[in-house]
């Protein structure tokens, strides 16, 4: 497999050549500073690409060309944001970037309560509590029909939590559910996330699949004709947010996602720590009944709880066995190359690693510091060297 480290460009806090002494040969990146209502342009894909190669590195994959609000809600202007989105694909696959990863998240990207949540080692983890959230929404936010998606234990556990919350601690549980994670597409405040979840008021899952349906009949065959290799990302985490739907999230998505655009072009990023972070989700079984449309695999995961709250345990000790995953796609990797495909090598990162050591003083983008994830991609290698030692 191919070691990567994802990185924010040159305002990342953590430096290329620090992600190469960690031993990754892959960056993943995206030109996050430019607007998604615009073509990426050659020039701007060029000069990021000659940044990462004046550090001895690779752009392997792009992560992401975000998929604004328009595609997702369909109608008036989902036309004209595919036609961006398509002529940005074409101008990174003729430069040579030809893994694409993104993800269908309706409002808000991935979503933590605790970017700061002390693991028993001491080591600080991201966190999702689900009555922390529930919290949020209907006692901080005030959506409207808020309690009509949670049980009455659950609201009553959620005001309780509130009580206990200090008007600091509101304020942090705000900024980071609506605030904006690295690698996400947007930041809002109070207001603006209101306007923005009303946008899909009366919106269906089976009217967002219809539109991610649409998206990716037009984008597909623009990546198979460009050999490029499109990723989806799971939804993180795999349930609804807000009340809105969420179509990337089990085993029984991902077949009807990409059995209803059946082709190679159309793939999926194993993302082990969003599927595992819901408890119906096998994550083995879905690595080993959709691994020949695996393109890209983040490689974290979770311990979860009864009420649906997770934390990012160290990459090899969560509820999915990393070992079983890695044979998976080193085998699935072997089939590609004895086919004889180029494109048989499968690109995979670290991701969210803890913060340990003098990194917990240090100014770091929330689950991306340095040593954290080098720890991580350190066992990845331990994992991959000792399945090659005892052979597939």
């Known amino acids: 497999m191919e070691s990567c480290w994802r990185w924010f460009g040159p305002k990342d806090l953590v430096p290329l050549l620090h992600a190469r002494q960690a031993g990754a040969t892959g960056i993943v990146t995206a030109l996050h500073e430019v607007s998604h209502s615009r073509v990426w342009m050659p020039t701007e894909i060029e000069a990021r690409k000659a940044l990462v190669e004046a550090a001895g590195l690779r752009w392997s994959v792009c992560e992401s060309i975000p998929v604004p609000s328009a595609i997702k809600l369909g109608g008036v202007g989902a036309k004209t944001a595919i036609g961006v989105w398509k002529d940005s694909l074409v ?40 009555a922390e959230f529930v919290a949020y929404d209907a006692f901080v936010l005030r959506r409207k029909g808020a309690e009509e998606n949670y049980t009455p234990d659950l609201l009553r556990r959620a005001e309780e939590r509130l009580k206990g919350l200090s008007p600091e601690a509101v304020q942090r549980l705000e900024n980071n559910i609506i605030a904006g994670l690295p690698g996400g597409e947007d930041s809002y405040g109070r207001d603006a996330i209101r306007s923005a979840i ?21 984008v597909v065959p623009v990546a198979a004709e460009l050999g490029a290799r499109l990723a989806i990302h799971p939804d993180d985490p795999p349930i609804s947010l807000f009340g809105l739907p969420r179509v990337v999230s089990t085993a029984a998505d991902l077949r009807r996602i990409l059995g209803n655009v059946d082709h190679a072009a159309n793939g999926l990023t194993l993302c082990v720590g969003s599927l595992g972070s819901r408890a119906d989700n096998d994550v083995l079984a879905i690595a080993r009944e959709f691994a020949s449309r695996i393109n890209f695999a983040h490689l974290r995961d979770v311990a979860i709880e009864e009420d649906g709250s997770f934390v990012e345990a160290s990459h090899l000790e969560g509820r999915s066995d990393i070992y079983a995953i890695l044979r998976t796609l080193l085998a699935e990797e072997a089939r590609r190359r004895k086919e004889g495909r180029e494109d048989h090598v499968i690109p995979m990162r670290p991701d969210h690693g803890h913060l340990i050591g003098d990194d917990i003083d240090k100014p770091t983008n929330p689950g991306y510091s340095l040593i954290g994830r080098l720890k991580g991609l350190g066992e990845l290698h331990g994992v991959i060297h000792a399945i090659d030692k005892a052979g597939l």
């Open 91 to 130: 101008n990174l696959a003729r430069s040579g970037i030809k893994t694409i990863c993104y993800n269908f998240m309706p409002v808000v990207d991935w979503t933590r309560t605790d970017l700061r949540f002390e693991m028993p080692t001491t080591a600080l983890a991201l966190r999702f509590d689900m």
């Open 198 to 218: 009303a946008l899909f008021n009366g919106m269906t899952a089976e009217d967002l699949r219809a539109n991610l349906d649409a998206f990716l009949q037009e």
